[in-house]
T-cell receptor, first 116, second 116 residues
Framework: EAGVTQFPSHSVIEKGQTVTLRCDPI?????LYWYRRVMGKEIKFLLH????????ESGMPNNRFLAERTGGTYSTLKVQPAELEDSGVYFC??????????????FGPGTRLTVL | AQKVTQAQTEISVVEKEDVTLDCVYE???????LFWYKQPPSGELVFLIR??????QNEISGRYSWNFQKSTSSFNFTITASQVVDSAVYFC?????????????FGGGTRVLVKP
């Protein structure tokens, strides 16, 4: 079974440009999460999809970030326009849809974003 | 609000030594879940263990063991007889029952370097 995949693995862009990150969760996982780690700090939650619906987007830093999950499969995270402080590693995770909480989340390798 | 603190940023040991990683958490929820993840050089976060707040029984899995103490809000992780392959960044994380979705709150991570 394939794990969570993310594309690209590394992106270097100029300030003001647009970047789109993609995440393919494990097949059949309804829950999809985005996290990011900036400047060696804690990994912080960005948002959570259940299928195609946004369950919680309380961690999105501002309206320059737009996440979508059309069809409830893969997800994209667009940053437009990118700023220097957006540099960091963006992780995607997925988990099956279960009735209980505390489910293990399966993480991808992350996309390292560098904004110059 | 929930918080996870990993006071040790980096630990360096010689192979076969034991190493203990500290994790202290804060939450107002009575039901919560604690996790440890390992991030090897390849980048992805690998799930190691999950504990719910009602299960204080310590756990051992091979060379790994975990000590959960609600009285001190700690969930420490010990690697016995460390090996070079244990070199990685280790993250402790918390998920609250009452929080929307199942988002994880991470500590800052502890980098473990095992020297041969």
């Amino acid at each position: 079974e394939a794990g969570v995949t993310q594309f690209p693995s590394h992106s270097v862009i100029e300030k003001g440009q647009t970047v789109t990150l993609r995440c393919d969760p494990i097949s059949g996982h309804d829950n999809l999460y985005w996290y990011r780690r900036v400047m060696g700090k804690e990994i912080k939650f960005l948002l959570h999809f259940v299928k195609e619906s946004k369950q919680d987007e309380s961690g999105m830093p501002n309206n320059r970030f737009l996440a979508e999950r059309t069809g409830g499969t893969y997800s994209t995270l667009k940053v437009q326009p990118a700023e220097l402080e957006d540099s960091g590693v963006y992780f995607c995770a997925s988990s099956p849809r279960t009735s209980g909480r505390g489910d293990e989340q399966f993480f991808g390798p992350g996309t390292r974003l560098t904004v110059l | 609000a929930q918080k996870v603190t990993q006071a040790q940023t980096e630990i360096s040991v010689v192979e076969k030594e034991d190493v203990t990683l500290d994790c202290v958490y804060e939450t107002r929820d009575t039901t919560y879940y604690l996790f440890w993840y390992k991030q090897p050089p390849s980048g992805e976060l690998v799930f190691l263990i999950r504990r719910n707040s009602f299960d204080e029984q310590n756990e051992i899995s091979g060379r790994y063991s975990w000590n959960f103490q609600k009285s001190t809000s700690s969930f420490n992780f010990t690697i016995t007889a460390s090996q070079v392959v244990d070199s990685a960044v280790y993250f402790c994380a918390l998920s609250e029952e009452k929080a929307a979705g199942n988002k994880l709150t991470f500590g800052g991570g502890t980098r473990v370097l095992v020297k041969p």
